[in-house]
């Protein structure tokens, strides 16, 4: 179907673009923009954009589907939907499914159903060990072939630092990209930041050691290797000094931070509020705000949902004892414009941590589809955003079959009007 989007403002981070200009679609691909667009185009579809932005589909490095295995907390069907209602139109999945994607027949199982759904695009990562048991290194060169853009052990930390040190040399002989979350095994086992706040209320504590020790480890291991890595929702100052300095020194390191680490602090926690028992913790406010500057200035690269739907049964338990986790596929897209304002990094660098920026990660992992950009000839992966558009976050109303937000009741501002995926119009 030929589609016209007219009186858009056209913000799109990976050219700098940021201009009043119609869209031309066909064929799945933009046909023309602004005084490109053909002569003669002949659209049936017209799209008013007036006052609105369209910018790329998100792209999501961090979105738990809970198909196979955990159904009752999340289905293929319901948080494609809560994707594309988020404007979401890229994400990636960890691979701690039940079973574990670390097979080439779950892989492929699980991106034909995506694909019949005909929703959002999706990008798995296979378990970097089989089981993610921290043992036995999988089979990365099948599970590649089957659709894997990298290889993970999720939020399950590799023990044995050999292992590790193993499967960082074999990614770097292929060219692939591995995914770790950056905690140790024995200093990670409690359910909130150490700090005043969990002394007081009896909780035990992760302390930044957990994390700093974890990506020193990392980065030591990357320079034996070679290996390229991507470190999964950074959550401390120290941390993001770490990554600086990686940087400085030219490893290929990239990393990323989330909406609820991004946003929140261990104060939210409130009275062992189950809806913020969050995987990593949400830390003290001084390790926000270092968040918030290393994504403006660049040294995080992308910002994330962390998309864990959780069913009831599993929230409404003492704080200890409540399954870390909470829905955000619907919530990224106005958090950002939200820290964009408030940061002052401004609505191009929002709309580039979860558009152009996270598109260049899955690029460097050899799964690039020419997504998060708006170019002529490229794919109609589009978001079209109603910046002004109050409304407040109310779990009942969430595609998301989880319906647990550290968020929930909070005013927001900005909404996805219409989502697009190859051209096709699959929200608003």
């Known amino acids: 179907m030929n589609t016209l989007i007219t009186n858009a403002r056209v913000v799109d981070p990976a050219s700098g673009t940021d201009r009043q200009a119609d869209i031309a679609i066909a064929d799945g691909k933009i046909a023309g923009i602004g005084n490109s667009v053909p002569a003669g185009f002949k659209a049936e579809r017209t799209i008013d954009a007036a006052g609105c932005i369209v910018a790329p589909g998100l792209v999501d490095l961090a979105a738990r589907l809970r198909e196979p295995g955990y159904e009752h907390e999340g289905m293929l069907e319901s948080e494609m939907a809560a994707a594309i209602a988020g404007g979401v139109t890229s994400l990636v999945c960890p691979p701690d ?47 590649t072939e089957a659709g894997c853009i990298g290889f993970s052990q999720a939020d399950v930390p590799l023990a044995d630092t050999q292992v590790l040190q193993r499967a960082l040399s074999y990614a770097s002989t292929f060219g692939y990209t591995v995914w770790l979350r950056p905690q140790d095994r ?79 602090a261990d104060t939210d926690i409130g009275y062992f509020d189950s809806r913020a028992r969050l995987n990593p913790p949400l830390r003290q406010q001084g390790d926000r705000d270092a968040l918030s500057a290393a994504l403006a200035d660049g040294t995080i690269d992308a910002l994330v949902s962390d998309h864990t739907p959780v069913e009831a049964d599993a929230k409404t338990l003492p704080f200890a004892e409540a399954e870390p986790g909470a829905t955000g596929l619907e919530l990224l897209l106005p958090l950002a414009l939200q820290w964009g304002e408030r940061s002052g990094a401004g609505v191009a660098r929002a709309i580039e941590v979860i558009t152009s920026a996270p598109a260049r990660l899955l690029s460097a992992a050899d799964a690039g589809t020419g997504i998060g950009r708006i170019a002529e000839g490229g794919v109609a992966d589009l978001c079209i955003v109603d910046p002004a558009l109050e409304w407040q976050v109310l779990p009942e109303a969430l595609k998301s079959q989880g319906k647990h937000t550290p968020f929930a009741g909070y005013p927001l501002l900005g909404r996805a009007r219409h989502t697009l995926v190859a051209g096709r119009v699959v929200h608003g």
Do not use: W, Y
């Open 186 to 264: 024995d200093l990670g086992k409690g359910v909130a930041a150490s700090g005043p706040l969990a002394t007081r209320l009896g909780l035990g504590g992760v302390p930044v050691s957990a994390e700093t020790i974890a990506i020193f480890t990392i980065v030591e291991l990357m320079k034996s290797t070679g290996a390229r890595v991507h470190l999964c929702r950074i959550s401390s100052a120290r941390g993001v000094a770490l990554v600086r300095e990686a940087k400085a020194q030219g490893l290929p390191l990239t990393c990323d931070v989330s909406i609820n680490s991004l946003h929140l």
């Open 97 to 143: 499914t039940d079973p574990v994607l670390d097979e080439p027949g779950l892989v492929e199982m699980l991106k034909f159903r995506a694909e019949k759904l005909q929703g959002a695009r999706l990008f798995p990562l296979g378990a970097l060990t089989r089981n993610l048991a921290g043992g036995v290194l999988t089979e990365m060169a099948e599970l």
